[in-house]
C-alpha cells in the first residue's frame, strides 16, 4: 500500500456560525461564489459533478458552473455525451466545488432537468466562435481515430459548413439545471474542526439548515 501524504496544512479559516448565513442557500452560494473571484487563482466555477446510470454505476467530471438562478445550477454539454446519457436514465446529480484559497467547499444534491431551448440558445449564442463549432464537430464521448487529426479535420468541416459565422445550436447540445434539495457550505478551521451547514428543502418548499460534525 501506498499512503498519499497531503501538505499536512492545518485548515485555519474564519468562523461560520448560522448567522452569518442566508436564508436562501442559492444566495448564500452567490455570496460566497463573488468572493472566490476575488480570491481563487482557478476558475470558481469549475464543479466536480457526479451522475449515474439507471444501474447506479457512478461517474463524475469537471464542468463549469454557467449560471444560477432562483431554481438552481445551470451547466452545458452535448445530451449525447456520458453524462447526458446518464441523466436520460437517472435524472439526479450532484456536484461540489472546492475553493482552496477561501477553504471552503459547497456541495450540492438533487433533480436535473433540461433547460428550455431558448435559453440554451441564449448561452449558445454568448460563446466564442470556435466553442461554438466544437460544439458540432466533436462527437462526445464516442470513441474516435487515435490520431488528433480527426477532430481538426472535423473542425475545419465546421468551419466551412458554416463559414458565414452563423452558428445555429446543435440539437443535441443544452443547458441543465440542477435543482438541489440539499447544500452543504463547508468552512474549513483548524484542527479539521470544520464548521459544516447543511440546508434541506422542506415539503413546504422552504430551508431547514442544521450543523453537520466535522
Not at 446519457?85 to 439526479?92: A, T, W
Not at 463559414?163 to 457550505?185: N, Q, T
Amino acid at each position: 500500500m501506498i499512503y498519499l501524504e497531503g501538505s499536512g496544512k492545518d485548515f485555519a479559516g474564519p468562523p461560520l456560525a448560522r448567522e452569518d448565513l442566508s436564508s436562501d442557500p442559492l444566495r448564500q452560494f452567490v455570496s460566497w461564489y463573488q468572493e472566490a473571484l476575488r480570491v481563487e487563482a482557478g476558475d470558481p466555477s469549475a464543479a466536480a459533478l457526479a451522475t449515474s446510470s439507471r444501474e447506479g454505476r457512478v461517474r463524475s467530471r469537471m464542468v463549469l458552473l454557467k449560471a444560477i438562478d432562483e431554481r438552481g445550477f445551470l451547466f452545458f454539454t452535448n445530451y449525447r455525451s456520458r453524462k447526458g446519457r446518464d441523466l436520460e436514465e437517472n435524472p439526479q446529480g450532484a456536484f461540489s466545488c472546492f475553493w482552496p484559497a477561501s477553504l471552503r467547499q459547497v456541495c450540492a444534491r438533487g433533480g436535473v432537468e433540461k433547460v428550455s431551448p431558448e435559453e440554451s440558445l441564449r448561452y449558445f449564442q454568448s460563446r466564442p466562435l470556435l466553442s461554438r463549432l466544437s460544439a458540432w464537430a466533436s462527437p462526445q464521448s464516442e470513441p474516435i481515430p487515435i490520431e488528433r487529426a480527426f477532430l481538426e479535420g472535423r473542425l475545419r468541416e465546421m468551419r466551412e459548413r458554416f463559414a458565414s459565422g452563423e452558428v445555429p445550436l446543435p440539437p443535441h447540445w443544452g443547458g441543465y439545471r440542477l435543482v438541489p434539495d440539499e447544500i452543504e457550505f463547508w468552512q474549513g478551521r483548524s484542527s479539521r474542526l470544520h464548521d459544516r451547514f447543511l440546508y434541506e428543502r422542506t415539503s413546504e418548499g422552504g430551508w431547514r439548515v442544521e450543523r453537520l460534525a466535522p
